[in-house]
């Protein structure tokens, strides 16, 4: 049961150049996406966040695009830094009620290299 | 920054041992949840926990997973008689009254079970 996906487990890129990071998903019921960062031995840390009635939103360095008719949304980091390696999560709240509990991708370790 | 912390960080137990695991939220939060993630997997939602009852569980909370909010602060999961396939990081996540707001996380308890 994948509703969340992403695709590439990891991605390097270089300091200064900017990292994508892509997440399909499958339930167009979704109407709110999150991206999570996560370092080892750390639990994943909120970054930014998207609502369907959007096709952007910018915080910073970081961008998140959403393309509904594709169902694919991608987390942008320009310019990236070393301290952004971390593995990058996709989520979204599912499972309808008040809870909503979130279904998360497999995640993208992201390497970037000084 | 309020944050959510997790005790233990780190609990090895025996097979068929009970084990709980603590969490204290962010202190206005009132959805409560609890996630794990098994070695090199996604993060799994496991249960939700809403006005003092749970709201939602996945088919992976079996009976012999509880949680409980035994007083205004801490919410804890207890696991009756672990199995090895127990062994995992399992993340305690709170979330205000607000729709489309994100999950903030704990940083973990490793729990391992030999």
């Known amino acids: 049961d994948q509703q969340v996906k992403q695709n590439s487990p990891s991605l390097s890129v270089q300091e200064g150049r900017i990292s994508i990071l892509n997440c399909d998903y499958t339930n167009s019921m979704f109407d709110y996406f999150l991206w999570y960062k996560k370092y080892p031995a750390e639990g994943p840390t909120f970054l930014i966040s998207?609502?369907?009635?959007?096709d952007k939103n910018e915080d910073g360095r970081f961008t998140v695009f959403l393309n509904k008719s594709a169902k694919h949304l991608s987390l942008h980091i320009v310019p990236s830094q070393p301290g952004d390696s971390a593995v990058y999560f996709c989520a979204a709240p599912g499972g309808g009620g008040a809870t909503n509990k979130l279904i998360f991708g497999t995640g993208t370790l992201l390497a970037v290299q000084p | 920054e309020p944050e959510v912390t997790q005790t233990p960080s780190h609990q090895v137990t025996q097979m068929g041992q009970e084990v709980i695991l603590r969490c204290v939220p962010i202190s206005n939060h009132l959805y409560f949840y609890w996630y794990r993630q098994i070695l090199g997997q996604k993060v799994e939602f496991l249960v939700s926990?809403?006005?003092?009852?749970?709201?939602?569980k996945s088919e992976i909370f079996d009976d012999q997973f509880s949680v409980e909010r035994p007083d205004g602060s801490n919410f804890t999961l207890k696991i009756r008689s672990t199995k090895l396939e127990d062994s995992a990081m399992y993340f305690c996540?709170?979330?205000?009254?607000?729709?489309?707001?994100?999950?903030?996380f704990g940083d973990g308890t490793r729990l391992s079970i030999l």
């Open positions: 996540a709170s979330k205000d009254r607000t729709s489309n707001q994100p999950q903030h």
């Open positions: 998207i609502s369907s009635i959007k």
């Open positions: 926990f809403y006005n003092n009852e749970i709201s939602e």
